[in-house]
């Protein structure tokens, strides 16, 4: 059966579409944001900024580790990944909230080829 078109289909399609993200990879960042919010505070990059390379330096280590074979983070008992995307979470909402210590480095730009 065919939904009926209505004003409301036109103006959700409009917005952000989160049917995207797989449900497994934010519950896996959640559990992963949830650990980071008991070890330091829920939000707390909210209050005291930061700093992009401490959470690139950080993502890596976990991306790397994951490259080299080891999926489950032994502190944590979670996945590489997950602690990838939270890195990545916290880096997009510091700067979306004007929070970020931008310190990358000045360089050339990565070369695809």
């Not at 890596?60 to 580790?65: F, I, K, N, Y």
């Not at 979670?78 to 970020?100: K, N």
């Amino acid at each position: 059966m065919k939904a009926i078109e209505n004003p409301k289909h036109a103006a959700g399609r409009k917005k952000t579409p989160l049917r995207f993200i797989p449900p497994v990879a934010l519950a896996a960042e959640g559990r992963v944001m949830e650990l980071g919010a008991a070890k330091y505070g829920a939000f707390n990059w909210s209050d005291g900024g930061v700093v992009a390379s401490v959470y690139y330096d950080a993502a890596m280590r976990h991306l790397m580790q994951w490259y080299s074979g080891e999926d489950i983070d032994q502190e944590s008992g979670q996945p590489h990944t997950a602690h990838v995307r939270a890195c990545m979470a916290i880096l997009l909402d510091a700067e979306a909230q004007g929070v970020l210590d931008d310190d990358r480095p000045k360089t050339a730009r990565f070369p695809e080829k």
